[in-house]
C-alpha cells in the first residue's frame, strides 16, 4: 500500500504550518511571562516538542476521514500561546460534519488533492469554494463550517492553524443526535416525525468524537 505522505510533501506540511500559525488571530488570554510552567515547574527542550505528527511520515492512508491534533490535551506546552494545529486526512468520498470552533477562526490550507470547503454565517448565507492543493481557506470564528472530499479516486491532506490552544468542536450531528435531546423536540424542529430521528440517534456512534474535528 502507497505509504501516507511522501518525505517532500510531508517537509511542505511542516513548512506551511509553520507560515499559517502566523496569520491565526489569537484568541486566549494573554499570559505576563514567556510560557507557563507544567505542574511539575521545570522544563526542557522536550516539552517544547510535540512529536505526535511522525505517524504521517511512511504510514499507510486511512479508510476513513482521520484527524491528528496537537492542542493543549495533546501539547501542554501551548498553554498561554494562543495557536494549535490540526491535520486533516480525507480519503475519497469522505467529509468532515457541519461543526463550529467556539473560541477560534480556523485558517486551512490544503497540502493535496481537492476539497469542497464552506461556512454559514449569521444571516444563512452559505460560501462555497473548491479549493486546490496549495489554496487557504478562513473559517470565521464560530460559524458552522465543513469539509468534503468530492473526488472519487483521490484522498486529499490539509492542515488547520487555529487561534487558541483550545479551539473547541461542536459538532452538530454529535450535538443534536447523541447528547439526549428529546425525540419529539427534534422531530418538530426538523419537521418529521420521531421514528427518523431514532433511526438517526442509533446510528450515534457515527458522530462520536474522533469521526471529526
Same mark, same amino acid.
Given at each position: +500500500?502507497?505509504?501516507?505522505?511522501?518525505?517532500?510533501?510531508?517537509?511542505?506540511?511542516?513548512?506551511?504550518?509553520? &507560515?499559517?500559525?502566523? +496569520?491565526? +488571530?489569537?484568541? $486566549?488570554?494573554?499570559?505576563?511571562?514567556?510560557?507557563? #510552567?507544567?505542574?511539575?515547574?521545570?522544563?526542557?527542550?522536550?516539552?517544547?516538542?510535540?512529536?505526535?505528527?511522525?505517524?504521517?511520515?511512511?504510514?499507510d492512508?486511512?479508510?476513513?476521514?482521520?484527524?491528528?491534533?496537537?492542542?493543549?490535551?495533546?501539547?501542554?506546552?501551548? $498553554?498561554?500561546?494562543?495557536?494549535?494545529?490540526?491535520v486533516?486526512?480525507?480519503?475519497?468520498?469522505?467529509?468532515?460534519?457541519?461543526?463550529?470552533?467556539?473560541?477560534?477562526?480556523?485558517?486551512?490550507?490544503?497540502?493535496?488533492?481537492?476539497?469542497?470547503?464552506?461556512?454559514?454565517?449569521?444571516?444563512?448565507?452559505?460560501?462555497?469554494?473548491?479549493?486546490? &492543493?496549495?489554496?487557504?481557506?478562513?473559517?470565521?470564528?464560530?460559524?458552522?463550517?465543513?469539509?468534503?472530499?468530492a473526488?472519487?479516486?483521490?484522498?486529499?491532506?490539509?492542515?488547520?492553524?487555529?487561534?487558541?490552544?483550545?479551539?473547541?468542536?461542536?459538532?452538530?450531528?454529535?450535538?443534536?443526535?447523541?447528547?439526549?435531546? $428529546?425525540?419529539?423536540?427534534l422531530?418538530?424542529?426538523?419537521?418529521? $416525525?420521531?421514528a427518523?430521528?431514532?433511526? #438517526?440517534?442509533?446510528?450515534?456512534?457515527?458522530?462520536?468524537?474522533?469521526?471529526?474535528?
Amino acid at each position: +500500500m502507497a505509504s501516507r505522505t511522501s518525505t517532500p510533501k510531508f517537509f511542505s506540511l511542516l513548512i506551511s504550518s509553520f &507560515a499559517i500559525v502566523q +496569520m491565526a +488571530m489569537a484568541g $486566549d488570554p494573554d499570559i505576563i511571562s514567556d510560557f507557563l #510552567l507544567p505542574a511539575n515547574g521545570t522544563v526542557d527542550a522536550n516539552f517544547f516538542t510535540y512529536t505526535g505528527f511522525r505517524v504521517l511520515v511512511g504510514g499507510d492512508p486511512p479508510t476513513a476521514f482521520k484527524v491528528l491534533k496537537a492542542t493543549l490535551a495533546e501539547f501542554p506546552a501551548l $498553554d498561554g500561546q494562543s495557536v494549535s494545529y490540526a491535520v486533516l486526512e480525507f480519503p475519497s468520498g469522505t467529509t468532515n460534519p457541519p461543526h463550529t470552533h467556539p473560541r477560534s477562526a480556523e485558517l486551512l490550507f490544503l497540502i493535496d488533492g481537492t476539497l469542497e470547503v464552506g461556512f454559514i454565517d449569521t444571516k444563512n448565507n452559505l460560501f462555497t469554494q473548491t479549493l486546490q &492543493a496549495g489554496d487557504l481557506f478562513v473559517f470565521p470564528k464560530g460559524l458552522v463550517h465543513f469539509q468534503y472530499n468530492a473526488d472519487a479516486q483521490n484522498p486529499a491532506l490539509a492542515v488547520s492553524a487555529f487561534g487558541s490552544a483550545n479551539a473547541g468542536t461542536v459538532s452538530l450531528p454529535n450535538t443534536l443526535f447523541t447528547t439526549g435531546i $428529546d425525540d419529539n423536540v427534534l422531530a418538530i424542529s426538523f419537521k418529521t $416525525d420521531v421514528a427518523t430521528i431514532q433511526k #438517526l440517534k442509533a446510528d450515534g456512534d457515527r458522530w462520536r468524537p474522533g469521526h471529526y474535528y
